[in-house]
Structure formats: C-alpha cells, structure tokens
C-alpha cells in the first residue's frame, strides 16, 4: 500500500514536470506566434502604403490624360 502511494505520488510529480515543460513550450512558441503576426502587420502597413501611393499616382496620371485630351479635342 505504501509502495503503491509513493509511485502514485511520483508519477504525479513526473507528470507535472510534464505538464510544466508543455506549458513552457507552449509559452514560447506563443511568443514565437506573436513576433511572427506584429512582423506581417507591419508588412501590411507597408503595402497598404504602396498601394495608397499606386493609387494616388494613378489618379495623378488620369488627370493628365484627360488634360492633354481635352487640348487635343480643342
């Protein structure tokens, strides 16, 4: 009865150990996660810039289109 209480109680303690290294790689690559998504955010934001800037530049050269068409049609 004793034997079967301090192998039950070991093998408690070996399965919080367990428990705690899970918990402890689970921490890390959580960690690891959210480097990896603030990383990507800030390549959206760089995008989303470039694409803003696209946009504008596009809009800039269909008002010159439509000024150098309106001198041709004149």
Request: hydrophobic letters at 30%; charged letters at 25%; proline letters at 0%.
């Amino acid at each position: 009865r004793e034997d079967s209480i301090t192998a039950t109680g070991q093998n408690l303690g070996n399965l919080q150990i367990l428990q705690q290294q899970k918990i402890e790689e689970l921490t890390l690559y959580t960690i690891e996660q959210y480097k990896t998504i603030n990383s990507l955010n800030k390549i959206i934001e760089i995008q989303n810039n470039n694409i803003k800037a696209l946009h504008d530049q596009v809009a800039r050269q269909q008002k010159s289109i439509e000024i150098i068409e309106n001198k041709i049609n004149k």
